[in-house]
């Protein structure tokens, strides 16, 4: 259960990473200039692999318990912030994470910014946006990878399950030569929000002395238990909005 | 110089702590309460269970309520 589950939640949250920065990069090389955004892509990611490098040996020497009580902290809050987007993207109270309409206004803005040469990059621009986008999009995926890596003491899976998200949409990249319109973003972004709270629900409490009956089978029911709380709520606050719609219509048509 | 440590201090406050503050204090509330139940005989494990289902729906209401 929780080597799948340790793959399955980094390979998700890295996919939908990697697909708002393949938007991006995309953007910045047709709209301006491939060479200059491919070294932006290559800056960015020698600059993630050196901050996994540091961190990841360091992170598996820490004792497991401290580790939890952090990381897993900081998973329920980075959870809880997912979980909390994609409800309300679910119910309409947040507009969709829609790749088309970013990518064609990424594309009007960087057609509209003036070039400028800094050393070998030919176009400053196009570079820093490459880079600024995959490192932006990808700390938070190292970040996941890392903590649960370290927490699992599987790093190596987390990295494994992490570059397959990577090539994988860099391949579907190359061959649509298009912004990733079509995948499901927002359900990933639900279920990256329910496996994150629940393995920083899990690893908090034990990191902070608790004991959890079952030990780790308490996760079995701990992700469906998320997972149902987490519909559920989608189920009232749609009910609700639909109330609120139905009320004003029927004040607009009595007044 | 300040400009640009306000903009990293906000990077990483936005990184970590998100549209909503009261998530990330209602986490830290529940893990030191966790942490003192757990020195006494009481379960300590439902304090965080019980933190996400009171604030998850509180931090839903009020960004539907904007």
Known sequence: ?255 | MTGRLRAFLQFWYDFVVGDDWRVAVAVIVALALTYAVSTSSIPAWPILPAAVAFILPVTLWRAARR
């Not at chain 1, 990697?18 to 910045?28: N, P, R, S």
């Not at chain 1, 897993?72 to 909390?84: E, S, T």
């Not at chain 1, 902070?208 to 997972?227: E, H, Q, S």
Request: charged content about 15%; overall charge positive.
């Open chain 1, 1 to 255: 259960m929780n080597s799948s589950a340790l793959f399955i939640a980094v390979f998700l949250a890295c996919a939908v990473e990697a697909v708002e920065a393949l938007t991006i990069v995309l953007a910045a090389g047709f709209g301006r200039d491939w060479r200059s955004a491919f070294l932006g892509v290559g800056s960015a990611l020698a600059v993630l692999i050196a901050i996994v490098a540091a961190l990841g040996p360091a992170l598996t020497a820490v004792p497991l318990e401290a580790l939890r009580l952090v990381v897993g902290g900081l998973l329920l809050i980075f959870g809880l912030q997912w979980l909390r987007k994609a409800i309300l993207r679910a119910t309409g109270l947040k507009a969709m994470h829609d790749e088309a309409a970013i990518y064609r206004a990424e594309l009007a803005a960087v057609e509209a910014a003036p070039t400028h040469r800094r050393g070998i990059v030919k176009d400053w621009y196009s570079f820093t946006l490459s880079f600024k986008g995959v490192l932006l999009e990808g700390l938070e995926v190292a970040f996941i990878a890392l903590t649960f890596g370290a927490n699992q003491r599987n790093i190596p899976l987390a990295a494994i399950a992490a570059l397959s998200a990577v090539v994988v949409v860099a391949l579907a990249g190359i061959a649509l030569r298009a912004p990733l319109a079509r995948v499901p973003e927002n359900s990933m972004k639900f279920v990256v929000g329910i496996m994150l709270t629940s393995f920083g629900i899990f690893w908090g409490a034990e990191g902070a002395g608790a004991t959890w009956p079952g030990a780790d089978a308490a996760l079995l029911v701990l992700v469906p238990a998320v997972a149902l709380f987490a519909f559920a709520l989608v189920a009232v606050l749609r009910r609700a909005a639909a109330g609120a719609v139905s009320a004003k219509a029927a004040g607009a048509g009595s007044s």
